[in-house]
């Protein structure tokens, strides 16, 4: 597994230097389904231990996206607004709008 994880400490003007963490995670390489799992509680981990406000996951380099990513990244997203941060996945390719489509609608 390939990934750049980073928390940015741009705090866009808030006034608690320790708020307004981002984390920015950027898959790499494909992942398994196991390192889907370790990105998800790596991921929500920080979350807690930066006091993140939001995550941004990069899947531009991944080929193929199936079901499992899918709920995975999904799961993430509800996790990390479970913890105060919202999630942006960045990167999604039209090819791949179906499966995120029906999996929305759940």
Do not use: C, K, N
């Amino acid at each position: 597994m390939t990934l750049l994880l980073t928390p940015s400490t741009e705090s866009r003007g808030s006034p608690d230097p320790e708020a307004g963490h981002y984390l920015i995670a950027s898959i790499q390489s494909a992942l398994t389904d196991a390192d889907l799992s370790q990105l998800r509680e790596a991921l929500i981990e920080r979350v807690g231990r930066f006091r993140a406000r939001g995550v941004i996951v990069d899947v531009t380099a991944l080929d193929v996206m199936d079901s499992f990513a899918v709920r995975t990244l999904r799961d993430i997203a509800h996790m990390a607004r479970l913890r105060g941060a919202e999630t942006v996945i960045v990167g999604i390719q039209p090819r791949w709008r179906s499966p995120w489509s029906s999996s929305a609608s759940r």
